[in-house]
């Protein structure tokens, strides 16, 4: 797959972006909790309507994964070598055919003092369901990739 | 499957447990990271060679993943029935053949005010390779079911 990366460089403090969407399927909702979440409201659609959300609904961990589906597959997408850590909360649940989009905005750039070759990114990020509602906010920390130097010209 | 779910009544501030062990293949690594986060470091050993970490590494969301199953197949898992939100840091990366731990705190707990069939807990989790490195630490906040009140007796 090519696609373009864009590097440390490329990106300004309060730059923002849009991406998606990605639809939720009940099979995908059901085959990623039977993997890493199997609790009977996420796999199960008579468990989920006696949950608290009363229809069936992704795990956290799910939803996450949507937020780096959606990210990978975007022009936008930044050329991120390690995740440090992030700050997540999920104020409303993603559900069977919902339509996820998610905003992103740069909310913090620095150079890393020990690593030349990258630089260390906040951005927060919110995703949405098609009905407005917002199911992800992420502040997320990582280093990314700055952009390679051209090889010299050799002297002619 | 059946398992023992332990409610809200049954955990007290400051109860802690220890959970695992899951060894992740390279197999898993690739096959999580060709759905949900394709970077080529987590797809391609080659590519992975020419990464900050030298090998190849389990996505962020993997890692997420991997304390949910854990948790799933864990004799103390919490009866959960929401995930709020979470602050989570990444110090080391999961590898191939990782033995991989869950040590989990519960380091808040209260009633719900609006939901009295629920609680609200946080919990404090480290998760450890097998050499003793962190991969993950994770505060998290979320809904926990109380135990349902016994069905009255008939009067006889």
Redesign the interface.
Known sequence: ?EYYMRYYEDIELGDSWHNGAHRVSKEEIIGFAR?????P?HIDEQAARD???GVLTA???HT??IS??IA?RSENEIA???????????PN?VRVEDDITLETECIEKRASRS?PE?GVMKTRARMLRGDGEIVMKMDATF?VARRPEPAPATPV
């Not at 993997?35 to 609790?39: E, F, I, S, T, V």
């Not at 991120?80 to 999920?90: H, P, T």
Request: hydrophobic letters at 55%; glycine letters at 4%.
């Open positions: 797959m993997q890493w979440d199997p609790q409201f949950s608290v959300f795990s956290s961990v996450y994964a780096s589906l990978s991120a070598v390690a995740m440090l850590g992030m700050e997540v909360s999920f649940p690593r990258v280093l």
